[in-house]
Antibody
Framework: EVHLVESGGGLIQPGGSLRLSCAAS????????MSWVRQAPGKGLEWVSV???????DYGDSVKGRFTISRDTSKNTVYLQMNSLRAEDTAVYYC???????WGQGTLVTVSS | DIVMTQTPLSSPVTLGQPASISCRSS???????????LSWLKQRPGQPPRLLIH???NRFSGVPDRFSGSGAGTDFTLKISRVEAEDVGVYYC?????????FGQGTKLEIK
């Protein structure tokens, strides 16, 4: 059975950094494309980043140059390193497998002073 | 970037009656591999989204057959044949044909 468990969210000051983790089970992350999608409070969904099975990555314009997606195949885990955080990055961050078939429960990131 | 536009944004429906949501993309969602990566998701408050339909019309595992998807190119529709109380929530269309992947604004389905 597929499970995705996010962790690493919390309250952080503007300009700070956080690393989110997504521990996967029931499948191999390196054989799928894995994504991070976020949802600001009361708002819609925004695709943040994706890492493809071959290892290449893509980023939304709002996070390009600040966020980095990566994976550790030995831990079957995907990461999102978030630097230079802004108030507008406040959101629940979801880890998503492939084309949206499986989502984690999400982890809340709050950027505020 | 591909912009996804849903209509209506709110849909009050009567239990047992059909419901329909439209989604239009700003450009064709036909991928170079011939597939059209248009999906529909449903989200309830406090919950992550759940995939209902992928590649226009394919129901995901466990999705009731009262949900159906149709369309082609840039125009797509999600239909619920007979709305049940558990169908309330926000419905999103999503394209994963071209990055940045994108979502519609969401349609809130509520019971009259």
């Amino acid at each position: 059975e597929v499970h995705l468990v996010e962790s690493g969210g919390g309250l952080i000051q503007p300009g700070g950094s956080l690393r989110l983790s997504c521990a996967a089970s029931g499948f191999t992350v390196s054989s799928n494309y894995m994504s991070w999608v976020r949802q600001a409070p009361g708002k819609g969904l925004e695709w943040v980043s994706v890492i493809y099975s071959g290892g290449s990555t893509d980023y939304g314009d709002s996070v390009k140059g600040r966020f980095t997606i990566s994976r550790d195949t030995s831990k079957n885990t995907v990461y999102l390193q978030m630097n230079s955080l802004r108030a507008e990055d406040t959101a629940v961050y979801y880890c998503v497998k492939t084309g949206g078939g499986y989502w984690g429960q999400g982890t809340l990131v709050t950027v505020s002073s | 970037d591909i912009v996804m536009t849903q209509t209506p944004l709110s849909s009050p429906v009567t239990l047992g009656q059909p419901a329909s949501i439209s989604c239009r993309s700003s450009q064709s969602l036909v991928h170079s591999d011939g597939n059209t990566y248009l999906s529909w998701l449903k989200q309830r408050p406090g919950q992550p989204p759940r995939l209902l339909i992928h590649k226009i019309s394919n129901r995901f595992s466990g999705v009731p057959d009262r949900f159906s998807g149709s369309g082609a190119g840039t125009d797509f529709t999600l239909k619920i044949s007979r709305v049940e109380a558990e169908d309330v929530g926000v419905y999103y269309c999503m394209q994963t044909t071209q990055f940045p992947y994108s979502f519609g604004q969401g349609t809130k389905l509520e019971i009259k």
